[in-house]
């Protein structure tokens, strides 16, 4: 059974940082590209990130580039995204998925 469980969300002020991580199991983590979505409050699912399966391949949403970085460990099945210069506008949940399984999603919330 695959299951992606993310953590590290929170509250922040605007400026600030996060790492968001992403623990899969029930599958070969080494060979299946991952991504993070993100769902704002009332509005519809946007995709922010993915990185191939080897993890040398990255691409990322216009509206978080040159903040955010996704990068995965194969050792520890683990996708990381690293969250720099917070805005109100990334206040979201933030789930991890492959293919179409989902994670459970964590709570970012940039706020002062």
């Known amino acids: 059974e695959v299951q992606l469980v993310e953590s590290g969300g929170g509250l922040v002020q605007p400026g600030g940082s996060l790492r968001l991580s992403c623990a899969a199991s029930g599958f070969t983590f080494s060979s299946y590209a991952m991504s993070w979505v993100r769902q704002a409050p009332g509005k519809g699912l946007e995709w922010v990130s993915g990185i191939n399966s080897g993890g040398g391949i990255t691409s990322r949403a216009d509206s978080v580039k040159g903040r955010f970085t996704i990068s995965r460990a194969i050792a520890s099945n683990t996708v990381y995204l690293q969250m720099n210069s917070l805005k109100a506008e990334d206040t979201a949940v933030y789930y991890c998925?492959?293919?179409?399984?989902w994670g459970q999603g964590t709570q970012v919330t940039v706020s002062s």
């Open positions: 998925t492959m293919l179409n399984d």
